[in-house]
């Protein structure tokens, strides 16, 4: 089995389903002879051709909307966004158009289009480059929400993404890119979308996070099992639709449920996760959900590091849980 | 001031040239200017060249973690800031503008607090390098978002014309910005409300590695103000002088109640699109190499060695003085520490909300520690 990085997962997911399917075609800046900026497309246009890797006009609202078209008229369209910061411009076709289309035409239509973007701080990007904006997508009806913390996830997942027949975000933490590597199958697999991994089975608290924060949240789970705990570890993987299922019957094992996310807290997929669990499992539960997560601020660059949630503040939040 | 006669024409098929490859004045007007004014255009050419190569050094050395490369735009920037009333039009520039804002008189020390990221930022760290802004010079705050600037740019004018300031909103952009529903939907609007604004694309033909074919389908950019319904410039913007006198004349027409004006200044790009870009992925060193011998700041010393201005010495002292006012301001920026954590919950609103304050009161508490 290859080894890979997550970018290389997602290089190796798109060269595999362009491969299998003359549908399958890539739009967006700088795609083609730059290979994208992170380089998830790279080698693809000299391998395709610059109609099926197309560099576009700078415009994530004609990249989306014409993935709409693309879609509707029988392409399999991926369109990558730069920078998940600059999805906005191109917000009004993505919930406007991509998202209503199949609703609002009766079912006569449809946009079964991906739309990819590194997302999350880390990299000393400041608010315009660190942004995690995806309850604004899951708040929007029509719309299925990726975010990956894994090569393996995020081959499995792109290529489910690329074959479902609704317009699904993908959203890739950029700070993991290079950061992490694993073996990942080299043949052809789909991983569900809606279903969450159970990272580490336990009886003693659920952790449930998703994207760039699996890793504090991984090291926080670490460090307690190492203080003679043991935690149970969630990676949601898929934010809209989320697994409700995997989360209740962890959270009715343990008690206790910690959400760990990096986007701001008001309104987030944090507050939408511990508020379905405080309705659920309200006599289960031993202690009230919490939730830690980024600041209701923009994402500032000189607290860069700051902003994420932290291996502490996870460790803190835990153990008011536990001490409730 | 309004120009007697107008001395320009919109809509050229050849770019607006004042000065020559060779150095020679090739207008039919005399340029007019005092010989301090000429050098002045030099110097701060000059001083934006080596702002630019201190930047790049402060990347190679890690100091900080962006940049954008101004190199090959300095003729067009200096252009801009010298025909705009400093400190009282308005400029909204774009991250590649620091060649502009320092001609303009942003302070050095300044730039490069915003460079660090650091308590010398007066913007407080929070945006990446190459964003700066001035209230004091009425220098809007850069936004990252290509072409987001437009609109407020529009808005800006038409609060000028309507308070009667006798102020101009200059906007720079690139030639991708032109691709982004912002920069029609700001345009049309400036259009329509006879905005005293004046937009101007710094075309260096890459929006990173997308050259300007893959961008728009016109002959040019400037040709695409005729659909809005002002005039277009097409101008070369390696040459300071056209720069200068375009700017200069669609400045003082908005100035006069006449409406905005779209000014194209193409120029080179040198560098790459920024420290984070490859720029070898996607153009050959050939034609980097061919634009090079085009430098701007060549074209106009031959010129001002044929007015008797400029002479080795004299640019030798001046590259001294520059590079001393850098390193000094460097020094000075570098002193200034990191920014209080704390202030990351400051600016979100005039005045902090309930949930601020517990979110504030937490990391307080988590320092503390
Ligand atoms: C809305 C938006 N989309 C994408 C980006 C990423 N990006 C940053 S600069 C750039 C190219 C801009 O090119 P241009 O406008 O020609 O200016 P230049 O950098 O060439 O001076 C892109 C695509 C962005 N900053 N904002």
């Given at each position: 089995?290859?080894?890979?990085?997550?970018?290389?997962?997602?290089?190796?997911?798109?060269?595999?389903?362009?491969?299998?399917?003359?549908?399958?075609?890539?739009?967006?800046?700088?795609?083609?002879?730059?290979?994208?900026?992170?380089?998830?497309?790279?080698?693809?246009q000299?391998?395709?051709?610059?109609?099926?890797?197309?560099?576009?006009?700078?415009?994530?609202?004609?990249?989306i909307?014409?993935?709409?078209?693309?879609?509707?008229?029988?392409?399999?369209?991926?369109?990558?966004?730069?920078?998940?910061?600059?999805?906005?411009?191109?917000?009004?076709?993505?919930?406007?158009?991509?998202?209503?289309?199949?609703?609002?035409?009766?079912?006569?239509?449809?946009?079964?289009?991906?739309?990819?973007?590194?997302?999350?701080?880390g990299?000393?990007?400041?608010?315009?480059?660190?942004?995690?904006?995806?309850?604004?997508?899951?708040?929007?009806?029509?719309?299925?929400?990726?975010?990956?913390?894994?090569?393996?996830?995020?081959?499995?997942?792109?290529k489910?993404a690329?074959r479902?027949?609704?317009?699904?975000?993908?959203?890739?933490?950029?700070?993991?890119?290079?950061?992490?590597?694993?073996?990942?199958?080299?043949?052809?697999?789909?991983?569900?979308?809606?279903?969450?991994?159970?990272?580490?089975?336990?009886?003693?608290?659920?952790l449930?996070?998703?994207?760039?924060?699996?890793?504090e949240?991984?090291?926080?789970?670490?460090?307690?099992?190492?203080?003679?705990?043991?935690?149970?570890?969630?990676?949601?993987?898929?934010?809209?639709p989320?697994?409700?299922?995997t989360v209740?019957?962890?959270?009715?094992?343990?008690?206790?449920?910690?959400m760990?996310?990096?986007?701001?807290?008001?309104?987030?997929?944090?507050?939408?996760?511990?508020?379905?669990?405080?309705?659920?499992?309200?006599?289960?539960?031993?202690?009230?959900?919490?939730?830690?997560?980024?600041?209701?601020?923009?994402?500032?660059?000189?607290?860069?590091?700051?902003?994420?949630?932290?291996?502490?503040r996870?460790?803190?939040?835990?153990?008011?849980?536990?001490d409730? | 001031?309004?120009?007697?006669?107008?001395?320009?024409?919109?809509?050229?098929?050849?770019?607006?040239?004042?000065?020559?490859?060779?150095?020679?004045?090739?207008?039919?007007?005399?340029?007019?200017?005092?010989?301090?004014?000429?050098?002045?255009?030099?110097?701060?050419?000059?001083?934006?060249?080596?702002?630019?190569?201190?930047?790049?050094i402060?990347?190679?050395?890690?100091?900080?973690?962006?940049?954008?490369?101004?190199?090959?735009?300095?003729?067009?920037?200096?252009?801009?800031?010298?025909?705009?009333?400093?400190?009282?039009?308005?400029?909204?520039?774009?991250?590649?503008?620091?060649g502009?804002?320092?001609?303009?008189?942003?302070?050095?020390?300044?730039?490069?607090?915003?460079?660090?990221?650091n308590?010398a930022?007066?913007?407080?760290?929070?945006?990446?390098?190459?964003?700066?802004?001035?209230?004091?010079?009425?220098?809007?705050?850069?936004?990252?978002?290509?072409?987001?600037?437009i609109?407020?740019?529009?808005?800006?004018?038409?609060?000028?014309?309507l308070?009667?300031?006798?102020?101009?909103?200059?906007?720079?952009?690139?030639?991708?910005?032109?691709?982004?529903?912002?920069?029609?939907?700001?345009?049309?609007?400036?259009?329509?409300?006879?905005?005293p604004?004046?937009?101007?694309?710094?075309?260096?033909?890459?929006?990173?590695?997308?050259?300007?074919?893959?961008?728009?389908a016109?002959e040019?950019?400037?040709?695409?103000?005729?659909?809005?319904?002002?005039?277009?410039?097409?101008?070369?913007?390696?040459d300071?002088?056209?720069?200068?006198?375009?700017?200069?004349?669609?400045?003082?027409?908005?100035?006069?109640?006449?409406?905005?004006?779209?000014?194209?200044?193409?120029?080179?790009?040198?560098?790459?699109?920024?420290?984070?870009?490859?720029?070898?992925?996607?153009?050959?060193?050939?034609?980097?190499?061919?634009?090079?011998?085009?430098?701007?700041?060549?074209?106009?010393?031959?010129?001002?060695?044929?007015?008797?201005?400029?002479?080795?010495?004299?640019?030798?002292?001046?590259?001294?003085?520059?590079?001393?006012?850098?390193?000094?301001?460097?020094?000075?920026a570098?002193?200034?520490?990191?920014?209080?954590?704390l202030?990351?919950?400051?600016?979100?609103y005039?005045?902090r909300?309930?949930?601020?304050?517990?979110?504030?009161?937490?990391?307080?508490?988590?320092?503390?520690?």
């Open positions: 089995m290859p080894t890979m990085t997550l970018i290389q997962a997602i290089n190796t997911a798109l060269d595999e389903e362009m491969k299998r399917d003359e549908r399958v075609m890539l739009l967006g800046e700088d795609v083609g002879k730059r290979g994208g900026v992170f380089l998830a497309t790279e080698g693809l000299q391998k395709y051709g610059p109609d099926r890797v197309m560099d576009t006009p700078l415009s994530e609202a004609a990249i909307g014409a993935a709409v078209g693309l879609a509707a008229h029988g392409m399999r369209p991926v369109a990558e966004i730069q920078f998940a910061d600059y999805v906005f411009p191109g917000i009004d076709q993505l919930f406007s158009q991509a998202a209503k289309l199949r609703y609002r035409s009766g079912g006569q239509f449809s946009a079964p289009m991906v739309v990819r973007m590194p997302t999350g701080g990299v000393k990007g400041g608010h315009h480059h660190s942004q995690s904006p995806e309850a604004h997508f899951a708040h929007t009806a029509g719309l299925k929400v990726i975010v990956v913390s894994t090569p393996y996830d995020a081959k499995g997942l792109l489910a690329i479902n027949d609704d317009p699904v975000v993908f959203m890739e933490p950029k700070r993991l890119y290079r950061a992490v590597k694993e073996e990942v199958p080299a043949d052809d697999f789909l991983l569900p979308i809606g279903k969450a991994a159970v990272r580490r089975e336990g009886r003693d608290i659920t449930v996070s998703y994207g760039g924060p699996m890793v949240t991984l090291k926080a789970a670490e460090e307690m099992v190492a203080a003679g705990l043991d935690p149970e570890v969630i990676d949601l993987r898929t934010v809209m989320w697994d409700k299922e209740l019957a962890s959270v009715a094992k343990t008690g206790r449920l910690l760990i996310s990096e986007a701001p807290r008001t309104a987030s997929i944090a507050s939408e996760v511990t508020a379905t669990v405080s309705e659920e499992l309200f006599d289960q539960l031993l202690a009230p959900p919490l939730r830690v997560t980024g600041f209701d601020t923009p994402y500032p660059l000189a607290q860069d590091k700051l902003y994420m949630p932290t291996v502490t996870i460790l803190a939040a835990a153990k008011r849980l536990l409730y | 001031m309004v120009q007697e006669k107008v001395r320009f024409q919109p809509f050229s098929s050849e770019p607006i040239r004042l000065v020559d490859e060779q150095g020679h004045w090739v207008a039919p007007f005399e340029h007019g200017l005092p010989p301090e004014l000429l050098q002045r255009f030099y110097r701060d050419m000059l001083a934006a060249r080596l702002l630019d190569e201190k930047l790049v402060l990347i190679r050395t890690g100091k900080t973690s962006f940049i954008a490369p101004h190199a090959g735009h300095e003729a067009a920037q200096v252009g801009i800031a010298h025909a705009l009333r400093k400190g009282h039009d308005w400029l909204f520039p774009y991250y590649r503008d620091m502009l804002v320092l001609a303009l008189g942003v302070p050095l020390v300044e730039i490069f607090g915003q460079t660090l990221g308590a930022d007066p913007a407080k760290g929070r945006q990446m390098p190459s964003h700066p802004g001035s209230k004091a010079l009425n220098v809007f705050t850069v936004c990252s978002a290509i072409a987001s600037h609109p407020p740019a529009t808005g800006a004018a038409l609060s000028m014309k308070r009667r300031t006798g102020q101009v909103a200059v906007c720079t952009f690139g030639d991708g910005a032109t691709s982004e529903g912002d920069w029609h939907a700001g345009i049309n609007f400036a259009a329509v409300g006879r905005a604004a004046v937009f101007v694309c710094e075309n260096n033909r890459y929006a990173i590695s997308v050259n300007i074919s893959k961008q728009t016109s040019n950019i400037a040709i695409k103000a005729q659909a809005y319904g002002m005039p277009g410039y097409y101008v070369d913007g390696l300071v002088l056209a720069s200068y006198f375009v700017m200069q004349e669609a400045i003082e027409r908005a100035r006069a109640g006449q409406g905005p004006s779209l000014v194209e200044l193409v120029v080179h790009r040198f560098g790459a699109h920024s420290s984070a870009d490859d720029d070898s992925r996607y153009r050959s060193r050939e034609e980097l190499a061919a634009e090079r011998q085009q430098d701007p700041l060549l074209r106009y010393q031959r010129f001002l060695e044929q007015q008797g201005l400029w002479d080795a010495q004299w640019a030798n002292e001046l590259r001294l003085e520059i590079s001393k006012a850098l390193e000094a301001a460097l020094q000075e570098l002193q200034a520490g990191e920014p209080d954590p202030e990351m919950f400051d600016d979100v005039a005045a909300p309930w949930h601020l304050e517990e979110q504030r009161r937490l990391v307080a508490e988590e320092l503390q520690s």
